[in-house]
């Protein structure tokens, strides 16, 4: 016999919930949102997949402070030199390079919390990071935006705004990421204001700044604070914000980043440093090359930031792929680039830093390809035990495009990936074997009590994931997943409903953005 | 910054290599062939996942004894009652229900071995069967096939034929299930001599045998005997064929199945015991309850087979999904599929068996639902340890159609699961630190003779992925995985060579199968 289920009518009952389609027709809302998992606090159960034996961690650990100390790091700010000078590092002033003594690393790296509290205008929607607790992200970065009823284009605020209503809508996004996708139709020195104010009032999450400079991250600070109806300083002790901090590879810490990082901690608010490491490209083809580089630039810079801030909340983040040896072209969601999401972990808990990592792939369409290459990069963030996984919801084609039914397919694979890490319960009653004894040998479980009683919470119930018989589905259109997807999100983003915003709150954030738009002028933020 | 790379040219080096076009021209084999990963024994590195905690292992242990002892399971074979009754286990003759003791029950487990090999006519492609090794197989069981030039058919002989030709030339594949595809075109009594036929001749791989009585088996380990070049008395000590013996769940050992199973073991060859226990159709709707019963049904047919022929290889077998509540339809790739496969890799080691698990999926087109269902259900198998995943190549629907294009799609993604297995090295050359000191600070690695020297091997190169950027892949059709997937087997079949037969084996094979087709006539065989 095969594995293959009979068609036994017996066997397959057909028991749509009436209540279900009843609940469609009268709610205002898509009614596959009415099924989402609620907002939570997603806890991995279950011990990390550890690629790295415990000698490979002390390799890489010796190996990236000998990078630190004999090789440096380019410094471009004149003030965070100067600062570094001022610790005892070791400045070579004529090419702008630190070097770092291995113990003073650190030792400022011990200064750094291990777990913090990212708290939105929505209490609800605070965020644990730290220890085994996972985060997933809003894509955040890409130039353009794609979806099929449009088409790909180069994203605009409007663009934005719809990336932001969905990240709102779906419950599996605990954050939005940097910047969903740019807007390009805005003027460069305050697009950083329309898309701040578009967050903060379409979303109550956790969100960033964008991370050019201190002059945009002080009007992150100052936004989200009117947004919680605080002060800046009250941020302090309370902090709303993260922001992605990119080394830019191999070994440069550009004057924007390093500003932005250290306006950031100033504030208290969280910095994720993220040494941007394509192996073979800005480091070494070498996974050992790639990780020890890694290590030492985000060692490097997280010592920056507690020399002058300490305890101030930082991430460890690892963005380790490969690019194609053909191309050059950067790849995501492989192999190397899974094992290197695992990796990074086991080196963020040997420091005993909270962990970003990211699920990303490579395709130029929604197929399956990217849900392969997401796949392979999310279970290693997961199994990683990342903390905060970036760009979870909507990335694709190498982060040059938002795709919007990319992020329904990767809402479906989240909500999956919490769905395994719940814990199942083996107290007595779940064993059902009074129903076992019910049913007896040869028969089916469908309607028993031990079985109704249940059925509306026994499984996972798919969002995107289509499970009629291949007849019905042909009826039905014969769509696939991604052109089922189309609907979905065109469903929620016009039935949303922004989340309630004390209207004065709302007015201040305009009259803020106002305000700093007419100082900006055509100066820089 | 975000985490996108830029568009820098010295960062976007073409170096396609020229080698690799000319092979293209000049050999008559598929080039993307050429890179694929050699055939081997893949060991996970990794500790496996667990979901279950020891407390939950043990409560489950106990309760499928108690299912055993108290519950019973109806065994069909009067032979199979007539032989457990002189065992000393109590038979309800009228209505064919066995209770085993639950002391004898581990009694009868302990004498099957943790490990062992299986030898096909070639070699080079042993199997190891147990620990952390792990195995592939091909679809097997569907009705159906379906590709994107002839679309969705009734199976035959030459589709068949098309499958095993597939299964062969990819060196992903370690092993050919009981039957890739029905071939519904020839009579049911002999088709099994007619797919054995073109089993044994187009591939030197592990296979199976069917598994519907004692005929059909006989068959197997005759003709698999004969394609060894040895008597069937000498496969005893050296297994070459592995069979799927499905308990017909809840709690019925159906005939053609014992049968089976018997008259594998009488040979000494492999049976996998496999409960098709899906959770609110075959067993209670709860975990605890699907894992209960697949661990008694499981245990209680080992302990059958090995209180017969001690010592006889037998691996423990999990099929454990969940139905969709509102169809009664079979779901695969859920993230209670996903679990169970990590579970049940728990419940295996615990009883130091070899463990079968699957990588299924319950999508009705070779789409992102059909990617990202089999990469739960693959991770779930890979990390819970799997010895042999079988549908790794080829299932789709549920298994009601063996799908020519997920296979393609299906071997690429065990390609990057065996490549994420390979361990990393960390000896000093890999670290590169002086390609670093020559690259300096912002340059990159393209170019240096640290990775030129390692550019072939760096990196998992892919068959089915595209990496081109968004206008060459425009350019190049803008096709999906999905679309180039189809001229993949197409190529692959096109270009078949069967391996190497000497022709008398192949004369006798024939011979076998006319001798055997006369005899059986009309009848059973």
Redesign the interface.
Known sequence: ?????SGDPA???????EGRRKRARNSSKPSFLDSQLPFQNVVN???P????TS??IE??HH?SL??IQ?????VLSDSARAHLRSCGCQVDEA?H?VFMDPEWVMAMVKKAPSRFTLLPRNPDHTLEIGGAVMNFGLV????NVHDAING?RAGTLADFKTLIKLGQSFNAVHFM???AVATTDLPVNTRHLDSLLATLTLSDKVSASM??GAGRVRDAVQMMAISRGVKPEDLKSSPALLT???I?S???L?Q??SDAAMTLAEYGQDTII?P?T????????????AL??QNAEALFTIALVQSKFPGAPVVYGG?TS?V????????FG???N??ANMAGGQLARYYNLPYRT?A?N???????????????AL?GAV?GHGNLI??AAGWL?????ASFEKLI?DI??IQ??I??M??????ED????D???D????????G?E??LS???T?????M???????EN??LAG?L???ERATAHWQEVVENFEAPPLDPAINDELEDYVAKRKAAIGDGEP
Not at 140 to 143: D, F
Not at 422 to 427: E, G, I, K, L, N
């Open positions: 016999m095969e594995d293959v289920m066997k397959s009952v057909s028991k749509r919930s159960p279950m011990a997949l550890e690629p790295l000698d490979h390799a890489v190996k000998e990078i004999r090789l440096g790091v380019k090419n390079i955040s970065g890409p130039p790909r990421g940097n910047q991370s050019i992605n901090i990119n830019n191999p070994r440069v550009d924007e980043m993220t941007f394509l192996m073979g490209a800005m480091t070494p083809v070498t996974f050992a090359a020890a580089q963005f490969n194609d040896m053909r191309s050059g072209a950067p790849a492989t192999p190397e899974s094992r990211s990303c490579a395709s130029n369409a929604v197929d399956g390809q990217a849900a392969y290459e997401t796949q392979m279970w199994t970036y760009h084609e190498g982060g040059l495009v397919m479906e694979m999956m990936m769905s395994l719940q814990t199942p319960r083996f107290d779940e064993f059902g074997l129903a076992m004894e049913v007896g040998v040869g028969g089916h479980f469908f028993t031990h079985t249940r059925s509306k026994a499984f996972y119930e798919p995107l994931s289509d499970w009629q018989n291949y589905w042909q014969g696939t997943a991604t």
